[in-house]
């Protein structure tokens, strides 16, 4: 099988391991953990770099999966307070999970059963069965909910890579892979503030209050505030993401 580097590779590993990569840089300069000097690295360490920076993404990108679910509750919240007993399962629900329930008021209920309709058609899936799986109420126990949402994960996966064959993809790469790069950069700024409280304690214990002391003070709440403006991207390029490919779905199914 063949593989060509695309633009979730770039926004989802390689841009956020390369930024990991400055600030342990930006330590060891501050403390002189391992000496380096730029003069020594040349065209074969610079592409030694991109390659760690690239391996460090995927762990980066491995990390925020099992993260994900401690910063996603925004997702019920569009969808409408109905499915708010859903929370209680403690489930990892995504918007492309969500968006069909019947009881998710993101969709009206024609361009809901448009999609519906075309996933039957698409998958020869029954349109009673589709309409079973979607239909998630307070009367249904939490194993029927988890079997569900493994259900619904499975149909979502099928339509993602329904227009992956039918190439018709750019917007939606191009969300996931933003997607991609502010969950991953969540994590370099948690690592950004240990590393500006590491260098700010430290001249402060050595009583080195230069220009770069007070720089590092600023940096501090500025990448907190980033917390906050990351999360709400994650959301916003996830819930973009969800959307194309039921839009992208029922555009290749309409036109075939």
């Known amino acids: 099988m063949q593989y060509s580097f695309n633009i979730y590779d770039f926004f989802g ?23 380096i000097s ?35 509750n925004s997702y019920f919240e569009m969808c409408g307070p109905s499915i ?8 990892q629900w995504r918007y492309s999970e969500l968006f069909l329930l019947d009881n998710c008021n993101k969709y009206s209920i024609t361009y809901k059963n448009s999609i519906k309709e075309a996933i039957s058609n698409i998958f020869n899936i029954s349109e009673s ?10 009367k249904n126990t939490k194993d029927e909910i988890d079997i569900k949402h ?12 329904y227009i992956i064959q ?4 750019k917007l939606t790469e191009l969300f996931n892979g933003l997607y991609a790069l502010y969950r991953n950069l969540l994590i370099c700024i948690y690592v950004a503030i240990i590393i500006f409280l590491s260098i700010i304690i430290k001249d402060f214990i050595n009583c080195n209050f230069s220009p770069k002391f007070y720089i590092f003070c600023l940096f501090l709440p500025i990448s907190i505030f980033f917390i906050w403006v990351f999360k709400k991207q994650v959301n916003h390029y996830n819930y973009l993401f969800a959307d194309s490919v039921y839009w992208n779905l029922l555009v290749s199914y309409k036109v075939k």
């Open 129 to 138: 069965k589709i309409n079973l799986i979607y239909h998630i109420d307070e």
């Open 38 to 72: 730029a003069e020594y690295l040349g065209i074969g360490g610079a592409i030694v770099l991109i390659l760690l920076a690239y391996i460090i993404g995927h762990f980066l990108h491995s990390f925020n999966v099992f993260m994900e679910k401690k910063y996603n």
């Open 13 to 35: 590993y390689l841009l956020p391991g390369t930024v990991i990569i400055i600030l342990f840089m930006l330590l060891n300069h501050e403390i002189q953990i391992y000496p």
């Open 150 to 161: 493994k259900q619904i994960t499975e149909i979502f996966n099928l339509c993602y890579t």
């Open 166 to 169: 039918k190439n018709n993809i």
């Open 84 to 91: 708010a007993f859903i929370k209680a399962t403690k489930k």
